[in-house]
Structure formats: C-alpha cells, structure tokens
C-alpha cells in the first residue's frame, strides 16, 4: 500500500542539516567544535569553516567580527542537537567535554526517547550532545511523545558506555549529524503557526504556552521552540549566534510542495533553483535544500 502523500505536511523523511553559526573567534570556536565535541573539519576556506562526522556537515562557522552578541531576551538559538549513534561515541564527546573543557557543562537529562548531555560553546551557543532510544520503546499518547526529564549521571554513563576505542579517540570516524534544532522565540502559538500550520512539521509534544516540539516521519523532534529566556522577543537583529538553520528533504517535489505552501501562507520565500530560504517570525533564517535540485 502506498503511503498517501500530504500536501500540507512536511514529507516524512524529511531531516535536519547543519546549523550556521555566526562567530567572532573562528579559531577558537573551531578548536573547541573539533578539540572538545569531536568534530571533524570538512573544509575550511576564507571565513567559513565546516565541521562533522563521517563527511556530513554538522555546523558551519562563518566569520562575522563585525557582529556583537545578541542582548539577553533576544530569539534565536537555544541549543543545537548533535545524534550520535552509538552510546559509546557519545560516551566519547562527553568524556572529550570533561577532560578539555568541563568549566562548559551545564547538565544532562534522561529524556526517555533519548539521553543526553549539555553544554555552552565558548560564544554562548548552547549545545546538546545525545542518543536516542529505538523508536520501539517511545511511548505516544494521542499523537504525543512522552519525554520527561530525568536524572542521568554524567560519570555513571561513562562507566557504562566509554570503551578503551572511546577513550582513545577511536570513535571520531563514526557518524554522527544535527538530530534537532531547539530556537528561543516570543510566543509558542506564533512558532505553532509558522512551524507546523505553514512550514508542515507535526506536533508531537507541548508545554503548555512555553515549549513546542515539531517533526516529521514520526521522529520525535526536529525543532523545538521555547520561551523560557525569550517571551516576547520580536524579529531579531544582526548578531552572533545563529545564522542559518538547514532542512534537507527527500526529493524536488517535496521541495516544490513546501515553497508552495509557504507562499499560500503569505511568506517570503527566496527560491534559487537549488535552495528555499524562509524566514520565521523571529529572522531565524531557514534553508531547505533537497537532493539532485539545481
């Protein structure tokens, strides 16, 4: 049985690509998304440098001296999500944390779909470093994923999972991408009317007027939107942090069919023959790219 195409929802393998990130010490932030989270550099050309695992880019640093932080309150970047696939790379990176720069750790949480560990890059962004669970042990309630927060120790699960090949670096070849994106914004039902009204992710979890998890394929968040440093925050200003948020969609049609629907939302929508760039109600910039288009 075909599976029935929904013009107004994102296609469902639809995926996360690299978060751009607009940076005053490119030196600095690329020793610590390569020395510290293990990233590997791809490439490094002018101002711009690429950093990932397994040739997929994870985050772009663009140099922008010009540029000052973000005054406190503003929308923009909460956190970007690093998946690893194996709880013994991830056991790696945090054990990479803790020897070069612990002073970054901010704390860690069993989220029940997944575990993971946070942190602060030395710009301020923040960074989440995790692991899911197989799909068959989330747990959904009339179209919601339960997560939860719960006490995970940092130095319990490196007992666990950090191998003698973790702990020498050996994992540093294995895949690892962007598992979601979570930004700050103003308001939760202007992020529901962009993120899953316009753009077509699904709902699948919410905090009443404070958080909103989106995805697509069933995944259980690609983006989150929260307000708990940003209430009423409006469009943002040129500043350090975020520069760009990637989609990747599965086909040039899919691609089609989201342009279409933005514009029948009345958005701007920049369309090269290659990229769809949007922006939502905050100036987060947003790119959806797709294979084989342009």
Request: zero cysteines; glycine letters at 10%.
């Given at each position: 049985?075909?599976?029935?195409?929904?013009?107004?929802?994102?296609?469902?393998?639809?995926?996360?690509?690299?978060?751009?990130?607009?940076?005053?010490?490119?030196?600095?932030?690329?020793a610590?998304?390569?020395?510290v989270?293990?990233?590997?550099?791809?490439?490094?050309e002018?101002?711009?440098?690429?950093?990932?695992?397994?040739?997929r880019?994870?985050?772009?640093?663009?140099?922008?001296?010009?540029?000052?932080?973000?005054?406190?309150?503003?929308?923009?970047?909460?956190?970007?999500?690093?998946?690893?696939?194996?709880?013994?790379?991830?056991?790696?990176?945090?054990?990479?944390?803790?020897?070069?720069?612990p002073?970054?750790?901010?704390?860690?949480?069993?989220?029940?779909?997944?575990?993971?560990?946070?942190?602060?890059?030395?710009?301020?962004?923040?960074?989440?470093?995790?692991?899911?669970?197989?799909?068959?042990?989330?747990?959904?309630?009339?179209?919601?994923?339960?997560?939860?927060?719960?006490?995970?120790?940092?130095?319990?699960?490196?007992?666990?999972?950090?191998?003698?090949?973790?702990?020498?670096?050996?994992?540093?070849?294995?895949?690892?991408?962007?598992?979601?994106?979570?930004?700050?914004?103003?308001?939760?039902?202007?992020?529901?009317?962009?993120?899953?009204?316009?753009?077509?992710?699904?709902?699948?979890?919410?905090?009443?007027?404070?958080?909103?998890?989106?995805?697509?394929?069933?995944?259980?968040?690609?983006?989150?939107?929260?307000?708990?440093?940003?209430?009423?925050?409006?469009?943002r200003?040129?500043?350090?942090?975020?520069?760009?948020?990637?989609?990747?969609?599965?086909?040039?049609?899919?691609?089609?069919?989201?342009?279409?629907?933005?514009?029948?939302?009345?958005?701007?929508?920049?369309?090269?023959?290659?990229?769809?760039?949007?922006?939502d109600?905050?100036?987060?910039?947003?790119?959806?790219?797709?294979?084989?288009?342009?």
């Open positions: 049985m075909n599976e029935i195409a929904h013009p107004d929802r994102l296609a469902a393998d639809t995926s996360m690509g690299a978060v751009t990130l607009l940076v005053g010490d490119l030196d600095g932030m690329t610590f998304y390569r020395d989270i293990t990233l590997q550099v791809l490439s490094a002018g101002d711009e440098v690429v950093l990932g695992r397994a040739g880019p994870v985050v772009i640093l663009k140099h922008e001296p010009a540029l000052r932080h973000a005054s406190p309150g503003a929308a923009g970047l909460f956190h970007t999500a690093i998946l690893f696939e194996t709880q013994e790379a991830l056991a790696a990176a945090l054990y990479s944390v803790a020897q070069r720069a002073q970054t750790f901010t704390g860690s949480a069993d989220h029940l779909v997944s575990q993971a560990f946070y942190l602060t890059d030395p710009e301020g962004n923040g960074v989440e470093l995790y692991w899911d669970r197989a799909r068959t042990e989330w747990s959904w309630t009339h179209g919601s994923v339960e997560m939860a927060t719960l006490y995970l120790d940092p130095n319990g699960f490196l007992r666990e999972h950090l191998t003698e090949r973790a702990a020498s670096g050996g994992t540093g070849q294995d895949a690892a991408s962007v598992g979601h994106v979570h930004l700050s914004v103003g308001d939760v039902a202007s992020a529901r009317a962009f993120y899953v009204d316009a753009l077509g992710f699904d709902q699948t979890a919410e905090l009443g007027n404070q958080a909103l998890f989106v995805s697509a394929g069933g995944y259980h968040h690609h983006m989150a939107m929260n307000v708990w440093n940003s209430r009423g925050a409006g469009p200003m040129p500043a350090l942090g975020l520069g760009r948020v990637d989609l990747t969609l599965p086909d040039a049609d899919s691609l089609g069919e989201l342009a279409e629907r933005l514009r029948h939302h009345g958005l701007d929508v920049r369309d090269d023959g290659r990229t769809v760039a949007f922006d109600p905050w100036r987060n910039l947003l790119h959806a790219t797709a294979p084989g288009r342009g």
